[in-house]
């Protein structure tokens, strides 16, 4: 169990996020090419998880590879046509154990075909065969860091393999749950069966000036499923009302919605793709580029720029201690009302304990009339039990249970 007194509990400073006039929030969609790359390589380190624990005497072995790219592609699309005339390109990289007493690993096998099988997942209109390239060079990991691994599977709980932090807060103000549901629900399996035509890369941003919310939307139509300007436009329409009924839904605000602004009034020349994602045709993607673990893009909030999908789920901080700090934070306000906000930050050390953290650091924002004291034992204990319990959490974030985008 950590020691207590390396947990601080400060009071906020300032007003809370959903009381500020101005508020940003973004979220980039599972077929942004950001998202996709993010979605393999966490994949990628589920799979090797698996796989080690199935081979090497129920144990996950040393790996990272988080490092990846989505190279676009060149494609033609007009209404009713679409054809890609130059493969998209998707490269994995990152370090694993390929060898454990004898056994060998494909580590490079494990990764292409755990491409191979979110793409098809994760994209209708994608010809995964024949339009798109896969490349894993994923190598053994640095002697040092291995060993490091492996002196820390001795231990009942592991030790940090990096000197770094994490950031979690929460509640999610209105204009986050609904740029988050937004996105969800734009690519839900409902409402493609729907609307058809709208495809899987999709951005929402959220502004909020004061009592009112724009949603900024950028949709890539599906060409062949639309067959001219006045359909595309009927479209826009249908999903603008669709869009602002769903979010007015969640909030008392006003919601604004736009939908590809970009595009000419009158012109053919709008959003339309062959396969409904924008890396098709020059949109690239990186690992780490996108939404943050709790699915957006906050820039209001405290953030950690850590690409957390693709790191082990044993000991890389970067993505044990970015998702622990989100559970912990919603812990802590779901449990205490009287919490209007908090805001969660850990930092461990390399070679140390990672229920141990050199500091773990809670901000709240207590509720007119609560007694910030009590709730700071309170807020204390509750990350207190959350460290106790770490080893159960790594196992559970190694099973996918948890999602790093």
Sequence with gaps: MVKMSNISVNKLNGIPVAEHSIEYVERKGIGHPDSLIDGIVDATSHALSREYLARCDDTILHHNVDKGLIIGGASEAAFGYGKITKKIEVIITG????????????????AREVAIKYLKEHSRFLDVKNEVVFVSKIANGSADLTDLFVRGSGHEVPLANDTSFGIGFAPFTDTERIVLETERYLNSRAYKQRMPSVGEDIKVMGLRNGDSITLTIAIAFVAKLVKDLDQYVGYKERIRRDVKRFAERLTGRDVE??????????SDAVYLT???????????????????VNGLITPFRPMSLEAAAGKNPVSHIGKIYN???????????????GIRECNIAIMSQIGHRIDQPLNLNMEISAAS????????????????????????????????KYKTF
Excluded: H
Aim: charged residues 25%.
């Design 369 to 400: 009339g609560a007694n910030f004291n009590n709730l700071k034992g309170k807020a204390r204990y509750i990350a207190d039990s959350w460290l106790e319990r770490i080893g159960e959490f790594t196992m559970d974030i190694s099973l996918g």
């Design 95 to 110: 370090r694993a154990t390929d060898r454990y007493k004898g056994v060998r690993i494909d580590v490079n096998g494990i």
């Design 257 to 266: 919605v736009q939908i590809n602004t970009a595009d000419p009034e009158g």
């Design 323 to 337: 998702l622990l700090a989100t559970e912990i934070a919603n812990d802590v306000v779901k449990q205490y009302p």
């Design 274 to 292: 062959k396969t409904g994602l924008s890396c098709e045709a020059g949109d690239d993607g990186s690992v780490g580029r996108g939404n943050r």
